[in-house]
């Protein structure tokens, strides 16, 4: 059964700090997918990384995936109260997206 | 495109009681997934159509769960016999195939 972890779990931050999210998994898989959650919402699409050595850039968000590592990492630059939400990483085993696995999030909050 | 809509947004019900949600896909799309999310973890995957055909299903999706998408457009999701345990929130999603995932903002049910 494929697992996904990411860590922190909870991070606290200050605004112009940087600070990057991890998210493990346990199975070969070259396609993963980050999300952003604020509260009471739905999830928002960030990132699609398909290959391995993939970099993704948007604003202060940056993802890559190392497939040989099985590993994807969510780096925040020079954070902004605006990025305060949750993070999910999600992985497909499947090559099809017929199914994703989510990790249990990453709860963001970036004081002043 | 108004994105993926979901009714209702909130439902109460009884324990015993059945309830249905409906989901209607970006109109484009042509995948649609039901998701299930509990306070502070990730979505779980429940099922998955392509077009009206349900090509993946869950262990989470008991036989007190089901769902169809009878002309491959919008869906319902129907549980019989409502537990409290059912207690979350339902999601949906809709994608392409060179898309990802686009979620709607769900359906949260609470069971008394």
């Known amino acids: 059964e494929l697992k996904v972890e990411q860590n922190p779990l909870f991070l606290s931050m200050q605004e112009g700090k940087n600070y990057t999210i991890y998210c493990n998994y346990s199975t070969t898989s070259d396609r993963l997918y980050w999300y952003r959650q604020d509260p009471g919402k739905s999830l928002e699409s960030l990132f699609v990384l398909l290959s391995n050595g993939a970099v993704k850039q948007e604003g202060r968000l940056m993802a890559s995936l190392d497939t040989k590592a099985r590993l994807s990492t969510l780096h925040i630059t020079a954070a902004v109260h605006d990025l305060s939400a949750t993070y999910f990483c999600?992985?497909?085993?499947?090559?099809?997206?017929?199914?994703?696995?989510f990790g249990t999030g990453t709860r963001l909050q970036v004081t002043l | 495109d108004t994105g993926v809509s979901q009714n209702p947004r909130h439902k109460i019900t009884k324990r015993g009681q059945n309830v249905t949600f409906r989901c209607d896909p970006i109109?484009?799309?042509?995948?649609l997934y039901w998701y299930r999310q509990t306070l502070g973890q990730g979505p779980e995957f429940l099922t998955y159509f392509q077009n009206e055909a349900q090509l993946e299903k869950s262990r989470l999706l008991s036989d007190r769960f089901s769902a169809e998408r009878p002309k491959g457009s919008f869906s319902t999701l129907e549980i019989q016999r409502t537990e409290q345990g059912d207690s979350a929130m339902y999601l949906c999603?809709?994608?392409?195939?060179?898309?990802?995932?686009?979620f709607g903002n769900g359906t949260r049910l609470t069971v008394t």
């Open positions: 999603a809709s994608s392409s195939i060179i898309s990802p995932l686009h």
């Open positions: 999600a992985v497909d085993a499947t090559g099809t997206a017929s199914k994703l696995t």
């Open positions: 109109s484009e799309h042509n995948r």
